[in-house]
């Protein structure tokens, strides 16, 4: 999680420099991104669980 971090920074610090209003509504369009896609994990394992306890 940690190793990509450095580079996002960077890449939002540089962009933010001209337009620093445009750097807080791709910050929050990454966040919104990165919660659906856990959100997603979440529930593709719960019914990967749920499906194997049905096997069984």
């Known amino acids: 999680r940690g190793s990509h971090t450095p580079a996002l920074i960077a890449a939002l610090w540089s962009r933010s420099q001209p337009l620093p209003e445009k750097a807080a509504p791709c910050r929050s369009l990454c966040v919104r991104t990165n919660v659906t896609l ?4 979440i529930e593709t394992k719960l019914r990967m669980r749920l499906r194997l306890s049905v096997d069984l």
Do not use: D, E, N, Q
Request: aromatic letters at 0%; a positive charge; glycine letters at 0%.
């Open 38 to 41: 856990r959100i997603l994990h």
